[in-house]
């Protein structure tokens, strides 16, 4: 069980699902709450038992079939209503029969909001706190109290948003999270308020939504102001802007302000553990997200390349493999030879000087007809490859390619495509049919050389991106195709440049399934 002074407090499966476009199933909050536990944090709101008839199916079924080794389950819900006793609440006894150890209980903390949106007073409001409080610790269950609005609450009326703290931890509640819930506040006046509320001697928790940009700074903040208690969100989900994104938080905290929060095997897993929860999520991953995001240490080295190939954390904050990141070199028109040896050293190849010279013009060449090798780093293994042999090698050739394109009668799109190819001695013609065009070029290539290299079973196109460039010095426009493959094991991606967008196209999956086969262990004549 987590250490109990600081906790790291996680909402992706209730506040975090109300991102747009974001929908669990009870299984996806199982997968989810397993690989948050993975991670080592102490809570995991699982939603609002009760209210939400999905959610009380995920506590029962999170009974029987998850077996969290570091978290705590809480059931998020509300203070009776009022008027009524808490006993007799239909939504407060959802709450206990969540069976769950935790109850996070939402109360407003805001005047106007007890008068405008409860409809209520003031005085009952408190009533209301205290004595659901109670009941729930009464029966077993630990409370911690959202104080939504709270900041502010703080700010149109301070000493109402104080008392409900002091209410709330007189009843029994060991946590009062100060949520800033529409997210408009900044750093340096939150944690202003947060030590005011501190000073109740409650214990404070804060929740931040990232409508400034400022929920993961807002925080750390709250943090040094005196909370102990953060809650967050996986990737930063969250509706609007999102909630603070609970890995940038853990990270900063662990690494930068020496909290032991979570095991540093766990922290070092963080990088895989944000990508799975996205293969759940069906949210694509963003490259750009702090610690965890694909490019968080993908350097276009340029200036630098040659410094950072004597010292590389020079130039990075911390090592990326303590959260499971790797640093990665991109090659561009704007790097020079360093990046180039550096990015070849990646790949796991010594250069000359003279290979590394032959190979930065070829780069600079093919980056000024529109190849670009920062994605696509199958193909600048293949364009070093050939570099170092001196000549194209490759494990077919191409005679030609064939591809049309028909409407049917009954109005349906069916492609075609022929290719004839040259491999082992063989020739070979073979035909594919597809939704698309490069579909049906893919399925005749593979096809062809199948029985040949019976490993291209395996692969398998997994992304194409076709991007139109400018035509310059009145030249016509022309298209680049970035092919993402993968082979159950990993993914590579190859580019390909043409005037026509299916010869750009069959250049990035000539290449593709050409990396397909080095990687398969197939070398080339
Ligand atoms: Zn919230």
């Known amino acids: 069980m987590a250490d109990d002074r600081f906790h790291v407090y996680d909402t992706t499966l209730r506040d975090g699902a109300q991102q747009e476009g974001l929908n669990l199933t009870v299984a996806d909050k199982i997968a989810v709450a397993r690989h948050l536990d993975g991670l080592g944090v102490g809570f995991i709101e699982g939603g609002w038992p009760g209210a939400n ?10 009974r029987t079939e998850l077996d969290l080794k570091h978290a705590q389950l809480a059931a998020f819900g509300a203070t009776r209503r009022a008027g009524v006793k808490a006993a007799d609440d239909p939504l407060v006894a959802a709450l206990r029969e969540s069976a769950a150890p935790v109850v996070t209980l939402v109360a407003k903390s805001h005047d106007r909001h007890v008068e405008l949106a409860l409809r209520t007073t003031l005085q009952e409001n408190l009533a209301m706190i205290r004595d659901t409080v109670s009941h729930l610790r009464a029966e077993g269950q630990r409370v911690f109290l959202d104080a939504e609005h709270f900041f502010d609450g703080y700010t149109s009326n301070p000493a109402y948003a104080l008392e409900v703290i002091r209410t709330a931890a007189e009843a029994g509640a060991d946590v009062i999270a100060l949520c800033d819930t529409n997210g408009g506040m900044l750093p340096d006046e939150l944690a202003e308020i947060v030590h005011d509320a501190v000073q109740t001697s409650a214990r404070v928790g804060i929740h931040c939504h990232d409508d400034t940009g400022c929920a993961v700074a807002n925080t750390l903040a709250a943090v040094k102001a005196g909370a102990t208690h953060v809650q967050g969100c996986a990737n930063g989900y969250g509706e609007r802007s999102g ?7 853990v990270a900063n905290l662990q690494l930068k302000r020496g909290f032991d929060l979570v095991p540093r095997e ?6 895989r553990i944000a990508h799975a929860i996205t293969e759940v999520t069906n949210v694509t991953p963003n490259s750009h997200a702090p610690y965890v995001g694909m490019s968080a240490f993908a350097h276009k080295a340029g200036l630098h390349a040659s410094a950072i190939k004597v010292d590389p954390n020079l130039y990075q904050h ?11 070199m991109l090659v561009s028109d ?4 360093a ?33 670009t090798f920062e994605a696509a780093d199958a193909s600048f293994e293949l ?29 349906e799109l069916v492609s075609e495509a022929t290719v004839k190819l040259h491999a082992k001695g063989e020739r070979i013609v073979a035909t594919g049919e597809g939704n698309g065009p490069v579909n049906a070029l893919d399925k005749a290539v593979r096809l062809g050389l199948e029985q040949l290299y019976p490993e291209l079973a395996k692969l398998e196109l997994v992304d194409y991106k076709v991007r139109i460039l400018e035509g310059t010095h009145g030249t016509d426009a022309i298209t680049r195709v970035l092919i993402t493959s993968s082979d159950e094991t990993s993914e590579w991606a190859t580019v390909g440049v043409a005037e026509n967008i299916i010869d750009a196209s069959w250049q990035a999956l000539e290449q593709a399934v050409t990396y397909g086969l080095l990687r398969a262990g197939r070398e080339a004549s």
């Open 53 to 62: 008839p999905k959610d009380t199916e995920f506590f029962r079924q999170a």
């Open 243 to 249: 909630n603070a994104n609970l890995f940038t938080v």
């Open 266 to 271: 766990a922290l070092a897993d963080m990088t």
């Open 318 to 328: 911390i090592d990326p493999a303590a959260v499971g990141n790797d640093m990665r």
């Open 334 to 337: 704007m790097a020079g030879r």
């Open 339 to 371: 990046s180039v040896e550096l990015k070849g050293r990646e790949l796991g190849y010594e250069l000359t000087p003279d290979t590394t010279k032959t190979l930065v013009e070829r780069v600079k060449e093919l980056e000024s007809q529109g190849f």
């Open 383 to 411: 364009l070093l490859r050939d570099t170092l042999h001196g000549s194209r090698r490759r494990h077919f050739e191409v005679e030609s390619w064939r591809v049309i394109v028909e409407r049917t009668k009954g109005g």
